[in-house]
Each structure stands twice: as structure tokens, then as C-alpha cells.
């Protein structure tokens, strides 16, 4: 029996049943460390890739994975992992993998599975972790200008899929297997017994951006736990109209009964922060998880993409964002 690292020792066996309730990511027992032979193809194909007579081709994906709240590249976007269960025993396969979104494939696979070769694609940054280094993968997303272009698996973009697979494996995709909730299986149904292994040699966590911000609403609790900011109160928005008004030439409209002359807009104090020190807006922050951003006068304006956040800054008593006009 061949020894495994010590490592492995901290992940762990599971067993998988199709009827749970909830789902929830998948865990793998690493397998024992491969030869590393991966090579980046610069052409759209494995050129020393042999494939039997007797191989399916499988595609799988979706728009995006569960969100990690880390980023993966610098794309702007929160980073999406989709753990992927390979089970096909009885026929080796290849894999198609395609996400619009920053994605990190997590790849595990049952005993007597063999894959023979990964081709992931999307718009923005793909990764493939668990996968044993000895497999060959080609890796071609819009973001890297990849040499096959790029694809994503959904049901609106499987036009693209056939001639992808024509062309690169000699076949047209067998099956096709959405991903939900960050989680697909590809091939025959698990069972309950069913065990999966993965290879520890390259995890998820190494495609973190450790220099990004945690991202989405994640980061901006990090960041107050941090010092960064604070959450805003009605103070704080009635502190920016009586500035504005202050600061503004007298306005030629008549006052309304019982309330006089009517206010400059006040920032929302729902999901509001004010800004304290020097801060990078995480990724992420467009619809719901926009945020409201109060800058008090000194403070320097954040690093980074507020999404459709509105910022209010004392520094230019003006408001920036899609939302301002709203508040």
C-alpha cells in the first residue's frame, strides 16, 4: 500500500447520499501524491494528450459557484467555488468545466474513476484544485485570453459546447450536469456509501487573493471589526444636510407648512458606514449587498470599486454612486 502524506491526516472520509435535505460542500479523502507533469497548452488542445476508443466527454457548470468571500483574481468580482464529485466507474472520462463568474473547481472522484483530461473555461478567472497534478488540464477563460476562447455551462450558452468539445476531444459533450449551490455531481449518482478522494498537491485556498479584501458584505464587517469603519446612525445623515445646507447658497423655494424649508437628501443609515481611516471597498458590492459610505472631512476617499454603493464625502459635499439620486 502506498503511504500518504502527513497532511492528509486533516481532511476527511464522507459519505455522500443524493437525497439530503441540504446541500452541502463535498469533502474528500486526499490520495496519495502523483507525478507532476502538467503543462499549459499554448495551442486549443492537449497535444500529448491519447485518448481510448471508449471515453465520454462530460460538461458541467453554472453562471457561478457559492460565493467564498475571497477574491480570486482582480476582476472586481467575489471569487465562487464549485466542489465537483466525478463518479464514473465504469467509463473514463473528460471534463468540460465552464462559470461566468471567478471560480475555483474543487475536483474529488470515486473509486475506479478515471479522468483523463480538464478543460475549464469562463469569463473571468477559472482554477481547478484537488485535480491530480498528472491529469492534464488546459485552462482558457476571456480574462487570460486563453487559446480556445472561452465557454460557460448554463442552459442559455450549450450551443457552444459541441463544436468546443469537436474540436478539442474529437467528440460532442454525452451529458451535460448543472451545478447548484456550488456543488455538482458528474457521471452515475452517488450513493451513500460512495466515497471520494481528492489530491491535497493544490487546494482552493491557494487561489485566494491574500492582497485583496475579504469581499461583499464579509468585508465590510471585517472592516469594522478592524477599525476601518463604523456603522452609521441618524446623526450622521443629519450632520450631511445640515453641511450641505451650510455650505450651499440660499435656496429660492418657499417653505412647506410645518416643516419650513425642506432639506438637501440625508444618506440612508441602513447598511451605512462611515469611513475612519484609509480603506479598499471589497469586491462585490453591487445590488443587494450595496452599501451606503459617509466620509467625514479628512479622511481620504477608500481604494476600490464601491459597485453601486452611494458615497457621501464631506471632503467634496458630493455624493457619487447610482443610488445617490435615490436617497
Not at 458541467?60 to 465537483?84: M, N, P
Not at 465504469?90 to 473509486?111: C, F, R
Not at 478539442?168 to 454525452?174: A, I, K
Not at 469581499?215 to 471585517?222: I, N, S, T
Amino acid at each position: 500500500m502506498r503511504s500518504r502524506p502527513s497532511l492528509l491526516a486533516a481532511l476527511v472520509i464522507f459519505t455522500a447520499c443524493t437525497a439530503a435535505a441540504e446541500l452541502k460542500p463535498f469533502e474528500f479523502q486526499p490520495e496519495a501524491k502523483q507525478p507532476d507533469r502538467v503543462t499549459q497548452k499554448p495551442a486549443c488542445g492537449f497535444s500529448d494528450l491519447k485518448l481510448p476508443s471508449d471515453f465520454a466527454v462530460f460538461a458541467a457548470g453554472a453562471y457561478s459557484g457559492r460565493k467564498i468571500s475571497f477574491q480570486v483574481d482582480q476582476s472586481g468580482h467575489e471569487g465562487t467555488q464549485i466542489d465537483v464529485a466525478v463518479n464514473s466507474p465504469n467509463k473514463p472520462v473528460v471534463l468540460m468545466l465552464g462559470a461566468y463568474e471567478p471560480t475555483i473547481w474543487n475536483i474529488g472522484w470515486s473509486t475506479g474513476t478515471r479522468i483523463l483530461a480538464v478543460l475549464v473555461s469562463g469569463y473571468h478567472r477559472q482554477a481547478v484544485a484537488g485535480l491530480e497534478k498528472n491529469v492534464p488540464q488546459l485552462n482558457s477563460s476571456y480574462d487570460n485570453h486563453g487559446p480556445c476562447g472561452y465557454f460557460y455551462v448554463t442552459n442559455n450558452t450549450l450551443s457552444a459546447l459541441n463544436p468546443m468539445a469537436k474540436r478539442v476531444f474529437g467528440r460532442p459533450v454525452e451529458m451535460v450536469f448543472p451545478a447548484e449551490k456550488g456543488r455538482v455531481v458528474i457521471g452515475v449518482p452517488l450513493q451513500v456509501e460512495t466515497k471520494l478522494v481528492t489530491s491535497p498537491e493544490t487546494t482552493p485556498a491557494s487561489f485566494y487573493d491574500k492582497n485583496a479584501p475579504i469581499a461583499g458584505p464579509a468585508g465590510l464587517e471585517d472592516a469594522v471589526r478592524k477599525g476601518l469603519l463604523r456603522k452609521a446612525t441618524a446623526t450622521d445623515a443629519d450632520a450631511w444636510a445640515d453641511t450641505v445646507i451650510q455650505n450651499s447658497p440660499q435656496r429660492d423655494i418657499p417653505p412647506v407648512a410645518g416643516k419650513g424649508i425642506p432639506k438637501p437628501p440625508k444618506p440612508s443609515f441602513y447598511n451605512a458606514y462611515v469611513v475612519l481611516k484609509s480603506f479598499t471597498y471589497p469586491s462585490g458590492l453591487y445590488g443587494g449587498n450595496s452599501a451606503t459610505f459617509i466620509i467625514p472631512k479628512g479622511i481620504p476617499r477608500p481604494d476600490g470599486n464601491p459597485g453601486h454603493s452611494a458615497v457621501y464625502d464631506f471632503n467634496t459635499l458630493n455624493c457619487q454612486g447610482p443610488l445617490c439620486g435615490d436617497r
